[in-house]
């Protein structure tokens, strides 16, 4: 049973559009990071926070902002939609950073058209 | 800086076949974990194991076990007597102990293959 959820975990979407990617954890995590991966299929780290209010891009350089106004939720979003945003993200949490592991979510695989 | 290599990055065999899957880590610190996640066709990143710097005992699941050398900076993995379920890409990590402000650092994956 997951305790970290993703929705959509499908999205076929029109350039130019407006998407937020949820993400929603029932575990408390105060750490939560957004990943992206490449049909290549190598992680890239874009967004990550640290608890509410607190976020910081990752390594890879993105033009997705998020929020984190509470502790279980940190959506995703896209302004305007680009074919090159075609990919698969993937949410994860942690209660104590990357030295216990991370809960990763489903994924959403996103498609922009 | 922190660096994971996976240095296979698609492998096939037959099913019931033994397979290992390497990792190769790089870091300064003396204590650190390293993890093996596995991604099935689904998408999911599941958990398989987690093993600290100090702790160079390998282990045993199942099928599964793994063996971490300090020496050669190496945490390898191995499925014995392969099945169609275990095709997936697997995904290494490293982790530095900063006091909870570490995040984890993945290898590029390596895509196992299973055919019947």
């Known amino acids: 049973e997951a305790d970290i959820y993703q929705t959509p975990r499908y999205l076929v979407i029109g350039t130019g559009k407006k998407i937020t990617l949820e993400c929603s954890q029932t575990?408390?995590?105060?750490?939560m990071y957004w990943y992206q991966q490449d049909p290549g299929m190598e992680l890239h780290l874009i967004h990550y926070s640290y608890g509410v209010n607190s976020t910081e891009k990752g390594d890879l350089s993105s033009e997705s902002t998020v929020s984190r106004i509470r502790t279980e939720h940190f959506p995703l979003t896209l302004e305007s939609a680009r074919p090159s945003h075609t990919s698969q993200y993937l949410c994860?949490?942690?209660?104590?950073?990357?030295?216990?592991?991370?809960?990763f979510g489903s994924g959403t695989r996103l498609t922009v058209v | 800086a922190q660096k994971v290599t996976q240095a296979q990055t698609e492998i096939s065999v037959v099913e019931k076949e033994d397979v290992t899957l390497d990792c190769v880590y790089e870091?300064?610190?003396?204590?650190?974990?390293l993890f093996w996640y596995k991604q099935p066709p689904s998408g999911e990143l599941v958990f398989l194991i987690r093993?600290?710097?100090?702790?160079?005992q390998n282990e045993i699941s199942g099928r599964y076990s793994w063996n971490f050398q300090k020496s050669t900076s190496s945490f390898n993995f191995t499925i014995t007597a392969s099945q169609v379920v275990d095709s997936a890409v697997y995904f290494c990590?490293?982790?530095?102990?900063?006091?909870?402000?570490?995040?984890?650092?993945f290898g590029k994956g390596m895509k196992l293959t299973v055919n019947p």
């Open positions: 870091t300064r610190d003396t204590t650190y974990y």
């Open positions: 994860a949490s942690s209660a104590r950073g990357g030295s216990y592991g991370y809960t």
């Open positions: 990590a490293l982790s530095e102990d900063q006091g909870g402000s570490e995040k984890l650092v």
């Open positions: 093993r600290n710097s100090f702790d160079e």
């Open positions: 575990m408390g995590h105060d750490k």
